[in-house]
């Protein structure tokens, strides 16, 4: 379950819910995994409000980031070709994954 949070953070949807939920989870059995909860609940609020206080500039380059890791990982996925062929795009073939090819 973390790990599954771990790789959703990027994407839009519970990326660090599932990440709090599963270290909860571990929280209920290992110390340490208790001490990281508080740890990484302390980074995640200070983030945002630190992106809280920036400026329209900084929070769109900051989602701008985002959504280019997001069209990486589906292009390299080859999720994006995909998509072209269920909308009749599939001669794009320049939207095909290098290890999908």
Same mark, same amino acid.
């Given at each position: 379950?973390?790990?599954?949070? +771990?790789?959703?953070?990027? #994407? @839009?949807?519970?990326?660090?819910?599932? +990440? =709090? &939920?599963?270290?909860?989870? /571990?929280?209920?059995?290992?110390? !340490?995994?208790?001490? %990281?909860?508080?740890? &990484?609940?302390?980074? #995640?609020?200070?983030?945002?409000?630190?992106?809280?206080?920036?400026?329209?500039? +900084?929070?769109?380059? +900051?989602? &701008?980031?985002?959504?280019?890791?997001? /069209?990486?990982?589906? #292009? %390299?996925?080859?999720?994006? #070709?995909?998509? &072209?062929?269920?909308?009749? %795009?599939?001669? !794009?073939?320049?939207?095909?994954? @290098? =290890?999908?090819?």
């Amino acid at each position: 379950m973390l790990a599954a949070g +771990v790789v959703m953070i990027p #994407y @839009p949807g519970p990326g660090w819910l599932v +990440v =709090f &939920a599963g270290l909860a989870i /571990l929280a209920t059995e290992f110390h !340490w995994a208790k001490r %990281l909860l508080g740890f &990484a609940r302390g980074k #995640y609020d200070a983030w945002t409000h630190w992106l809280g206080r920036q400026s329209l500039v +900084v929070r769109l380059a +900051v989602l &701008a980031a985002t959504g280019l890791v997001v /069209l990486a990982t589906l #292009y %390299l996925l080859n999720a994006l #070709y995909l998509g &072209a062929g269920w909308v009749g %795009l599939g001669k !794009w073939t320049w939207l095909q994954s @290098p =290890f999908f090819g």
